[in-house]
């Protein structure tokens, strides 16, 4: 074999691999026996371990260097980018590092929720202190001389540097407080109250699952505590939740991985269990699961289906009619939690995490002086003070698993939902139409031809500027905000 | 560290791996979209090498040569032993060899079961014949000029040859034939009729799961095609069936399963993830699943028991007493296939299938001449003829997955648990009274005290003879099951 099949049979091995280990993660949240937990973290540490070797197998860097003088097409030299990524990425950090970042970061789950069940954030402290310690000294090689943060981001986000964000985030800022502010003072919808049959909303969930063409033959949904996709190609797995209170929570949890999960669906067949077979970056993915739940799912076209399916199933709850739902579906709540904020106050919350982990991790900021930067800032973004670490600085398990900067890729996925909505309009202009009848299906299908099928082909930028036709950025995200809810809320 | 520990950890890590293996099997047959199906041949494909190349490892040799001068307990020695036979086993088989088997049986499988569905062995003739080739190749590899059959054995029953199995079963024919014949002449039992609601069936095969001492903190019930356990240590999961007009078959398929799990759960924890922290044979595992099933959960005053929970949960379902519910349980009816056949029959369908195999094995048979030979047999010993090849020589699917030498463990547990049950009621004197009330504790404490803690520390023969204080034979089954078969069918 020559040295570019050596490559792609090795590739294709690991990607299998790692295709295991996220079954092992599925398993884990839905299916597994309690007591397993110490069995199961043994086995996931092993095959940890099989992929680590794999991914530093020196026998790479022969094949590598052999190819590198080869004529390739397209999609091979886009594998082989991928391929060298990863062993230079899996190559610069020392073993002794990865495996105590490793053991270090999963003891730390434990006592990150012990901290925040306990509300006490000095318990959890010296943990975090290490674990930035040990991130800065991994951000350190890899960058090899240049920006830490920037080397961290290049994990989750190849291609977009600390800078670009600032300056998107920076102009994002200001416009959403201030849009934010006039919603606070404006006259609210009416808020939805009575109660909802669980077994009824995992019904109803599943039709919306398959209504945005989440392919049944090649996943499924359960219920878990936090909903996810898990997978690539002809498996990949949701899960979503249910509160008998909150249907909206179940609904949009499942449309939102949904929009994952059919991204990895819908990727070229040709590139199955290759690098090139998985979705490019986690902002391209966040950008598909939130264009699903937004601009598609939350639009008044597509509200207006969802409020006669949900009286189909749950008969008269209360709400007048479609453009009372409508305002429902989209009501601005103040809060102090993340993952439960709205689509206009959500990324306030992704913009102070960034500024915050920048700053621990260049130093400006100590971990001991976390707390009050996050308390200060919440203060001054959303009016209101934060009560208690649980609905503060202890409410994301990002920093305790050693997840540096992955926050940014929340909001640079909805600022590219925001430039391909723009682009799926102009290209589906019937899009209004076809969604107030539940048929997502050109919606789709433009998404998948112009993006999905790809998979890792292009460069997150250069994908969302294909089927964007924009260069990316935040003017689009920012317009539809400020139209949609100087509209629901009159202002 | 030591050569020792240095086995240890590696045999850990190589144990975590093949659990995963396990986990990922239990998948495919309870909850894997259908359609991932070949994603999964791939990811399986993937970990088989990665297990392969552990355990051919050539550190091993350099370790188990450092370990043999070296003073151990009895615990390592028996983990060395393992650990040995392991390593010798996969580095006999040329890794060609190994690879076409994996490859042939794999596609095997398919032909098989469309030969199966249109009735046509000549259909699979030709895949048989590769198969039994390769597997001769195989076990001359593994003989090293021993016996062959011999060899192929070992890799389920380590310690058992051909020829103690051939005087176990030669003893075993004649009475088994002569039994069930007295019993085809006598007044049989009523048969059960009726439908049984599914969902209760599932809820009492769990409750009769617990009844049997299974620990579902460390496992779980689902149903799947063919009842199975999978897994070892913290997480041995079961599957089960349901038949509306057979809920004998979800019982006692749940009750058999959690005899294989609770062995696995009941291994010494000390031996977690270790090679001793699994059931030590084929032979064995299938002793606890039977004794869990007939010699307990078909005896008269455990069917009482449950004849007061059938009434419970399905009310009167035509049958007007405890002591005819007895003889519905146990009812002899004419049959073809081996996993349909009651205690009495069973043996006779194994030990068809060892005597083919062997010939198949030493060339006293050719595959040409197999169906005709099943035919003859079957007619021999069951007295009526086989109609079609889908209920004779068509209906197993071990010898299409190259399974050679597994069959006669099925009887060889059958054997076992009639040394056992001699034990055990010698033991608990009271068993039977407890029986009734529904309460295995005691027979359950004896069993793994006595048996199912020790994993792999003693050989196959040698845990029962300790277990059973008896060298292994057959007497204690026949007297069973004569007595058994005398009193019901008032022989």
Request: contains cysteine.
């Amino acid at each position: 074999m020559n040295a570019y099949d050596n490559l792609m049979e090795h590739a294709r091995q690991t990607q299998a691999l790692a295709q295991i280990a996220g079954r092992l993660g599925w398993d884990q949240e839905t299916t597994m026996p309690r007591g397993a937990a110490p069995q199961r973290a043994e086995e996931m540490a092993a095959l940890v371990a099989v992929l680590h070797a794999r991914r530093t197998d020196t026998q790479l860097a022969d094949w590598l260097e052999t190819v590198a003088d080869q004529p390739l097409d397209d999609v091979a030299r886009a594998q082989v980018r991928l391929i060298r990524r990863s062993y230079t990425r899996a190559s610069k950090v020392p073993a002794k590092l990865a495996s105590t970042l490793a053991r270090v970061t999963s003891a730390a789950q434990g006592i990150w929720a012990d901290a925040r069940a306990s509300d006490d954030f000095a318990a959890f402290r010296p943990t975090l202190e290490n674990i930035i310690a040990l991130k800065r000294e991994e951000g350190q090689a890899l960058a090899a001389g240049g920006d830490v943060y920037d080397a961290m981001l290049n994990d989750y986000e190849p291609g977009t540097t600390g800078a670009d964000l600032e300056a998107m985030f920076g102009a994002l800022r200001p416009e959403l407080a201030a849009l934010r502010a006039a919603v606070r003072d404006a006259q609210a919808p009416v808020a939805l109250s009575g109660m909802f049959d669980e077994t009824l909303q995992m019904k109803l969930a599943r039709k919306l699952a398959k209504t945005f063409g989440y392919d049944m033959a090649h996943g499924r949904v359960d219920k878990a505590v936090h909903p996810f996709s898990s997978g690539s190609g002809l498996d990949v797995r949701i899960t979503t939740r249910t509160n008998p209170k909150d249907p909206f929570n179940c609904f949009y949890s499942t449309i939102h991985e949904v929009g994952h999960a059919a991204y990895e669906q819908n990727i070229n067949r040709a590139y199955l269990l290759t690098p090139l077979g998985q979705g490019v970056s986690m902002g391209v993915h966040e950008s598909q699961s939130r264009i699903y739940e937004n601009q598609i799912g939350r639009s008044r076209p597509f509200t207006s289906w969802l409020y006669t399916q949900m009286r189909d199933v749950f008969g008269d709850f209360g709400i007048e009619d479609a453009e009372t739902f409508y305002g429902v579906v989209n009501r601005v709540n103040d809060g102090y939690i993340r993952t439960e904020a709205d689509e206009l106050q959500y990324n306030l919350h992704v913009l102070m995490r960034f500024d915050l982990e920048r700053a621990l991790m260049s130093g400006d900021l100590q971990v001991g002086d976390l707390e009050a930067a996050w308390n200060d800032r919440f203060l001054a973004d959303f009016g209101f003070a934060v009560d208690k670490p649980s609905n503060g600085v202890l409410q994301d398990v990002h920093w305790a698993v050693g997840l540096i900067g992955y926050f940014p890729t929340y909001s640079l996925g909805n600022v590219y939902a925001g430039c391909l909505n723009e682009a799926l309009r102009a290209n589906v202009p019937d899009l209004d139409t076809q969604l107030a009848n539940g048929n997502t299906t050109e919606a789709m299908a433009w998404l998948r031809e112009n993006l999905q099928t790809h998979g890792g082909l292009f460069e997150p930028r250069d994908v969302i500027a294909r089927a964007s036709g924009q260069v990316p950025n935040e003017a689009p995200l920012l317009a539809y905000l400020k139209a949609k809810f100087s509209d629901i809320y009159k202002l």
